[in-house]
Nanobody
Framework: QVQLVESGGGLVQAGGSLRLSCAAS????????MGWFRQAPGKEREFVAT????????YHADTVKGRFTISRDNAANTVYLRMNSLQPEDTAVYYC????????????????WGQGTQVTVSS
């Protein structure tokens, strides 16, 4: 059974940084693209970033480009989301997701999801 477990969320002041981690029980992990999504209260889940199995293809949403960076360590079966210059509008539950094949920004194309980790940015 595939499991994705996020960690690293928390409360941070505006302008601060956090690094989210997603431990994945995927074998082989290089066969799966990984993504980060977020969902704020009362809003739909939205795409944040995605990375291909070998890290050759990376996309970030325009809203986070230049501030957030997705990366992965296949040997450790872990995906990361480094978040800098956090703003109150970044407050959301952040989810890790996995899909077989190439990366995509489309939420519905991911096969597996984690339970999410809360990120709260105070002004």
């Amino acid at each position: 059974q595939v499991q994705l477990v996020e960690s690293g969320g928390g409360l941070v002041q505006a302008g601060g940084s956090l690094r989210l981690s997603c431990a994945a029980s995927l074998r082989p992990s290089i066969s799966y693209a990984m993504g980060w999504f977020r969902q704020a209260p009362g809003k739909e889940r939205e795409f944040v970033a995605t990375i291909s199995g070998g890290s050759a293809i990376i996309y970030h949403a325009d809203t986070v480009k230049g501030r957030f960076t997705i990366s992965r360590d296949n040997a450790a079966n872990t995906v990361y989301l480094r978040m800098n210059s956090l703003q109150p509008e970044d407050t959301a539950v952040y989810y890790c997701a996995a899909k077989r094949g190439g990366p995509t920004v489309v939420t519905g194309e991911y096969d597996f999801w984690g339970q999410g980790t809360q990120v709260t940015v105070s002004s």
